[in-house]
Nanobody, 118 residues
Framework: QVQLVESGGGLVQPGGSLRLSCVAS????????MGWYRQAPGKQRELVAS???????DYVDSVKGRFTISRDNAKNTVYLQMTSLRPDDTAVYYC????????????WGQGTQITVSS
């Protein structure tokens, strides 16, 4: 079992920045990959960014160059630094973890709302 606690969401103006954090506790084996999905109203949940324990990163095209994912293995924490935020980044952001070699997340956070609006 893994418990995930997210923080850092909120309201930000277009062009602004936010940093999300997600602290995981529980089975280390289930934390090989950590990352973030998001879901906007009326849309499917999409993978935003992921990072392996060995710091291999992946991003959806729409956030490349604007978002940076990082992790601190000693703290079992993953971060998402978001810059140049746009209104279409508005969504609920969900932290996740998964084991090595599986395609879908094993565990999810509760979600944190990010609203980009003037």
């Amino acid at each position: 079992q893994v418990q995930l606690v997210e923080s850092g969401g909120g309201l930000v103006q277009p062009g602004g920045s936010l940093r999300l954090s997600c602290v995981a506790s529980g089975s280390i084996l289930s934390m090989y990959v950590m990352g973030w999905y998001r879901q906007a109203p009326g849309k499917q949940r999409e993978l935003v960014a992921s990072i392996t324990r060995d710091n291999i990163r992946d991003y959806v095209d729409s956030v490349k160059g604007r978002f940076t994912i990082s992790r601190d293995n000693a703290k079992n924490t993953v971060y998402l630094q978001m810059t140049s935020l746009r209104p279409d980044d508005t969504a609920v952001y969900y932290c996740f973890t998964k084991r090595y070699g599986v395609s879908r997340p094993d565990y999810w956070g509760q979600g944190t709302q990010i609203t980009v609006s003037s």
